[in-house]
């Protein structure tokens, strides 16, 4: 089993950044794509940037140029810089870790962006 812990989410002003972390521990032997997903109430799940392994990423639209994405391989971590901030993009911040053709979720965390 992988074990995802997040960290990083709160409540920031508009216009404000974060940085969200997920670090993955367990049966770690290769980890194919690393991202962040994120829900807001009544909305479904939604992809919000991802990085392969080799580093290309992808990003949502409504996150382009505000957001980045990074990983570090050595550790099994995945960021999120989050720059930008708007109220729409409060949600709760899921991290997903592939590995082997399994998918592994964090538990979330709540990123909340005041007007």
């Known amino acids: 089993q992988v074990q995802l812990v997040e960290s990083g989410g709160g409540l920031v002003q508009a216009g404000g950044s974060l940085r969200l972390s997920c670090a993955a521990s367990?049966?770690?032997?290769?980890?194919?794509?690393m991202g962040w997903y994120r829900q807001s109430p009544g909305k479904q799940r939604e992809l919000v940037a991802r990085?392969?392994?080799?580093?290309?990423?992808t990003y949502a639209d409504p996150v382009k140029g505000r957001f980045t994405i990074s990983r570090d391989n050595a550790k099994n971590a995945v960021y999120l810089q989050m720059n930008s901030l708007k109220p729409e993009d409060t949600a709760v911040y899921y991290c997903?870790?592939?590995?082997?053709?399994?998918?592994?979720w964090g538990q979330g965390t709540q990123v909340t962006v005041s007007s």
């Open positions: 990085i392969i392994r080799g580093g290309r990423t």
């Open positions: 997903l870790v592939s590995q082997m053709g399994f998918n592994y």
């Open positions: 367990g049966r770690i032997f290769s980890i194919d794509t």
